[in-house]
């Protein structure tokens, strides 16, 4: 009990996450699972580099689109076992579940060899760019 109380002072005073319990009492979940995936973007002439931590979430459960020059990566995790005791207690819980989506501007990819491999939690994405990216520019003049 008194760890509860704790807890409950401790988010008062921590406005981020009192915005953030709000949050989850009204959607039934962690509204920032997916503002905290943690994502890397690396760019090279030859390719774009996208990694992303998603851990505890099986492969299948995560899906990778590209459509005009948009990565779109959506993946689930589901609930968690409750694990309190038979009055409720636990001190604290901070791992999160839901269905979440997150999406980066790639242009000029050659989408026919985009690759992806997931391995201890963390997706990686390699996404070759057209050799001739100009045919895909449009110059405009301005008159």
Do not use: C
Request: net charge negative; aromatic share 10%.
């Amino acid at each position: 009990m008194a760890n509860e109380l704790s807890n409950r002072f401790n988010r008062w005073m921590k406005p981020d996450d009192f915005f953030n319990d709000l949050g989850r009492s009204f959607f039934g979940s962690d509204v920032s699972f997916s503002r905290d995936l943690k994502t890397d973007v690396k760019e090279t002439d030859k390719n774009y580099t996208v990694k992303v931590d998603v851990p505890g979430v099986n492969k299948k459960d995560i899906t990778l689109e590209y459509t005009d020059g948009t990565l779109l990566i959506s993946a689930k995790r589901d609930s968690f076992k409750d694990e309190s005791d038979k009055e409720g207690n636990i001190i604290t819980s901070e791992r999160s579940y839901g269905r979440f989506s997150r999406q980066y501007n790639l242009p000029s990819v050659d989408k026919e060899n985009i690759k992806a491999k997931y391995t201890d939690g963390v997706l990686e994405v390699d996404l070759p760019k057209l050799k001739d990216s100009s045919a895909s520019k449009n110059h405009i003049e301005i008159e």
